[in-house]
C-alpha cells in the first residue's frame, strides 16, 4: 500500500492482493521504519462510519471508510473511494499497471483499462 501526503490531501494506493485483503478482513496495515524507535504505521478499515474519516495519532494514519463503500469499491471496477474529513481531502484508490514503463510489481497491480492491446 502506498501512502501519499501533500499538503491536505491523504492518498492510499493499494494493490490487488491488498484489495482482496480489504475485501475479506476490512482492514490492510503496512509500516515504514525510518529508525527502530521511528515507525510510521497505516491502514484503511472499513467500519461504522457515515463519510470515509482520516486520523493522525501516537505516529499511525488511520483511515477508515463506510463498509458499504468499502463493499461496493472491492467488488467493482471503481476506481477510488473519494472522501472529505475536515480540511483534509481523502482519497483510496487501486494501483494500476503503468501504461508505457514495466515494474516489479507488475504482477500484483491491477490491469489499466488505457492500456493498449
Known sequence: M???ILDNSVRLRLLRSEVEEFARDGKVRAKTHFAPS???E???EAGDVAEPHVSFENSWVRVVVPKTMANAWT????VGIKG????????VEKDYQRTH???PLDHDLHPNPRKKL
Open 75 to 78: 467488488s467493482s471496477g471503481d
Open 101 to 103: 514503463v514495466k515494474t
Open 42 to 44: 497505516y491502514s484503511l
Open 84 to 91: 472529505q474529513c475536515g480540511k483534509i481531502e481523502i482519497l
Open 38 to 40: 521511528a515507525i510510521l
Open 2 to 4: 502506498k501512502l501519499r
